[in-house]
């Protein structure tokens, strides 16, 4: 069965304070590891997908990672605006599978 | 370009009511899924669909979940009758054919129950 865990359960950074957060999966063959963020009462955005180990792709300031066993979002000089859930989520290699989400970090950005 | 609809945005029912959710999704995209978010949790497959086919319902509990896609566009979600561990937010999202393996889904705004 696929797992996703995120951790830390919820994050608070002061504004410009640079963090990284983190998803560790389990997985028969990884297709694809996505990033999501999530706002209050919205449904989830795309932000990323990463296919193989040592690939990494960037916007604005977010920059994802992937290892073979995790990923990382890593947040750079955050701005208030960058508070959100950000969700992590994989999707095995066999056939046509759906995605697995981890429960989400929340992160807090303080100005 | 209008992004995923879904309405209604608020449901307060009592237990053993019957509810129903409705998705518009971006036009052209093939794939429809419907997706169970509970508190704290990350969302949770309950269907797929392909144009009007469902591929993927292993996980819609049947006994009580009903779920239709008339010509391949719109699609309604329906509980009958709704019990309390159903209050969540059910989220509709779509995706293009050509990016089924790219994860890149695109998420209405979904449609919150909260059974008394």
């Known amino acids: 069965e696929d797992q996703v865990t995120q951790s830390p359960e919820a994050l608070r950074l002061q504004e410009g304070e640079s963090s990284s957060l983190n998803c560790s999966y389990t997985?028969?063959?990884?297709?694809?590891l996505f990033w999501y963020r999530q706002d209050p009462g919205k449904g989830p955005e795309f932000l990323f997908t990463?296919?193989?180990a040592g690939e990494e792709k960037e916007k604005e300031r977010l920059k994802a990672t992937l290892t073979k066993k995790e990923s990382f979002l890593h947040i750079t000089a955050p701005k208030p605006e960058d508070s959100a859930t950000y969700l992590c989520a994989v999707q095995a290699s066999s056939g046509y599978s759906t995605l697995t989400f981890g429960k989400g970090t929340m992160l807090l950005v303080s100005p | 370009e209008a992004g995923v609809v879904q309405s209604p945005r608020y449901k307060i029912i009592e237990k053993k009511q019957p509810v129903a959710f409705w998705c518009n999704p971006i036009s052209g995209h093939n794939t429809l899924y419907w997706y169970r978010q509970n508190l704290g949790q990350g969302p949770e497959l309950l269907i797929r669909y392909e144009n009007e086919e469902a591929v993927d319902d292993s996980q819609l509990p049947k006994d009580r979940f009903s779920a239709e896609r008339l010509k391949g566009v719109d699609s309604t979600l329906k509980i009958q009758p709704a019990e309390l561990g159903d209050s969540a937010v059910y989220l509709c999202?779509?995706?293009?054919?050509?990016?089924?393996?790219?994860?890149?889904?695109?998420f209405g705004e979904g449609s919150r129950l909260t059974v008394l």
């Open positions: 990463l296919y193989s």
């Open positions: 999202a779509s995706s293009a054919t050509g990016t089924v393996n790219t994860g890149e889904l695109f």
């Open positions: 997985v028969s063959g990884l297709r694809g």
